[in-house]
């Protein structure tokens, strides 16, 4: 017999933003996971590498078959393509599940004093 084990499906496993100027945020992009294991699946933690943040309705556990949704920004502090990632660490097998991130990052425009 086999053992009971929670499983992680992810909407995607990869997020593209529109071209963001440096300093500003961007609208946020949906992550949804869901738990399709005979298991509770507990998450040990959410981590964001690069010029992006997440905040998440995702607690320390999600039921069988339950899902949460992670939002995704993207804020450059630097005109040039950017990449990040998100590692989801959970108890489900493959863990960390990683959801890769790019954005581009244009340089901020600063008005011309009028002239004389």
């Known amino acids: 017999t086999g053992v009971a084990a929670p499983a992680v499906s992810l909407s ?3 997020l593209t933003f529109p071209d963001q100027t440096m300093g500003t945020t961007s609208a946020a992009q949906n992550v949804k996971v869901t738990n399709t294991g005979q298991a509770v699946l507990n998450i040990t933690g959410i981590n964001v590498t690069g010029d992006f943040a997440a905040s998440s309705t ?21 005109s040039r ?15 960390p599940h990683m959801i890769s991130l790019t954005g581009v990052g244009l ?10």
Do not use: H, M, Q, R
């Not at 393509?81 to 863990?95: E, F, M, Q, Y």
């Open 12 to 14: 995607t496993t990869s």
């Open 107 to 116: 340089a901020t425009t600063v008005p011309l004093p009028p002239p004389p």
């Open 58 to 78: 995702c607690g320390l556990e999600i039921a069988v078959e339950a899902s949460c949704t992670i939002a995704v920004t993207f804020k450059p502090k630097s």
């Open 81 to 95: 393509t950017k990449v990040g990632a998100i590692a989801l660490t959970d108890n489900a097998p493959g863990s």
